[in-house]
Structure formats: C-alpha cells, structure tokens
T-cell receptor
Framework: GENVEQHPSTLSVQEGDSAVIKCTYSDSASNYFPWYKQELGKRPQLIIDIRSNVGEKKDQRIAVTLNKTAKHFSLHITETQPEDSAVYFCAAKGASGTYKYIFGTGTRLKVLA | SQTIHQWPATLVQPVGSPLSLECTVEGTSNPNLYWYRQAAGRGLQLLFYSVGIGQISSEVPQNLSASRPQDRQFILSSKKLLLSDSGFYLC??????????FGPGTRLTVT
C-alpha cells in the first residue's frame, strides 16, 4: 500500500542554523505534497505545499523541494528561531480521484536558543 | 471564510461507555471529511473519510464507527470504549483535492 517515510524523527539545531526534513513516498501517482506544523496540544497547520508539476517552492524562511524521479521531497527551514520548535509532518496525496492523504510519522524539531 | 468546529474539546470516559464526537464545517459545500486519531507523541492515524452524505470509508477495523448525516456534519461513535481509544481526535476537511484543514481536536481519555 501507499507509504510515506519521514526522517529524522527528532532534530535539534542551534538558533539561526538551517533544518532539513526529508520524506520519501511510494505511490508514483502522488501529485500533491503538503507540510504541516503541529505545536504541543494544538492542531496540525499547513505551512507550505507543493504540486508535482513544480520542483521547488519558497515562502520566506521555508522552502520545499520535490524530486519526482526519486520520489523524495524535503522541507527546508532557514534562520531557525525558537518558535519553529514543533512537530512537522509531511504528507502525500494521490492522483485525482484519490481522497486519502498519507502522512509521515513526524519530526520533532527543537531549536536551541 | 471556512471554519471547522469540534466538540467536546476534552472528554474523560470510563471503559465500556459509549462515545459520540461531532465535527461541523461552515463556509463550504460538499467537503471531503476525515477523522484522525493521534496517540500521545505519535503520528496521525486515518480512521474514516467521507466524500458525501452517507458515504463512509473505513481505514482501520476497530470498535469505532462514523456517520455523515448532513453535508457538513461528521460524527465519530463507539458503543463501548477501550483503553486504547484514548488519544487526540482530529476532524479535517478538504475541497477539490487541496490541502486539509484540521479542527481544534477532542482530547479523549478513557479510564
């Protein structure tokens, strides 16, 4: 069945450094890849997404890259701040007609001041 | 604008008791609706999703059930709760295959 692997499970960085989280998906028909940030006790919230016809997307300090051939996509956070500390989830959605979103297992990011 | 509501926000229930969690969406029509469960410190487990009234797809066989009596209402139920049903229950909606928007969640503790 469909699967999304996410690495690392935990990540600690110094404030101001960059953080990279990587995901690999199994369904080659997947065409939409959102990233969510979940703070402790709160709901997951979308921070950035990318579609399969785009290789990279950037929004201020956050960027996502997609390699369709390798079925990899990554989240890049630059100039990390303590408020970036949270759990981050990647997800993949299949082609039109598929309603399920397959989530990765999450990465707990700690930004050390 | 679209909003999603869940209630109750927290719930403590004894083992063997029934459960009913409700989710409603405002500001959109014919949304795809989802129920997820998140155990403490874990990822998101998809329980059910619905693409229309009365249409429910189950992802994990268990003692839970879901219903969609109205276009923007999604209900999660159980006849008898287990200890393992404890967790953070999240409802979500999506339209036109875009991103999912999650509700505030219900934190359920089964004692």
């Amino acid at each position: 069945g469909e699967n999304v692997e996410q690495h690392p499970s935990t990540l600690s960085v110094q404030e101001g450094d960059s953080a990279v989280i990587k995901c690999t998906y199994s369904d080659s028909a997947s065409n939409y890849f959102p990233w969510y940030k979940q703070e402790l006790g709160k709901r997951p919230q979308l921070i950035i997404d990318i579609r399969s016809n785009v290789g990279e997307k950037k929004d201020q300090r956050i960027a996502v890259t997609l390699n369709k051939t390798a079925k990899h996509f990554s989240l890049h956070i630059t100039e990390t701040q303590p408020e970036d500390s949270a759990v981050y989830f990647c997800a993949a959605k299949g082609a039109s007609g598929t309603y399920k979103y397959i989530f990765g297992t999450g990465t707990r990011l700690k930004v050390l001041a | 604008s679209q909003t999603i509501h869940q209630w109750p926000a927290t719930l403590v229930q004894p083992v063997g008791s029934p459960l009913s969690l409700e989710c409603t969406v405002e500001g959109t029509s014919n949304p795809n609706l989802y129920w997820y469960r998140q155990a403490a410190g874990r990822g998101l487990q998809l329980l059910f999703y619905s693409v229309g009234i009365g249409q429910i797809s189950s992802e994990v066989p268990q003692n839970l059930s879901a219903s969609r009596p109205q276009d923007r209402q999604f209900i999660l139920s159980s006849k008898k709760l287990l200890l393992s049903d404890s967790g953070f229950y999240l409802c979500a909606w999506s339209v036109l295959g875009s991103w999912q928007y999650f509700g505030p969640g219900t934190r359920l503790t089964v004692t």
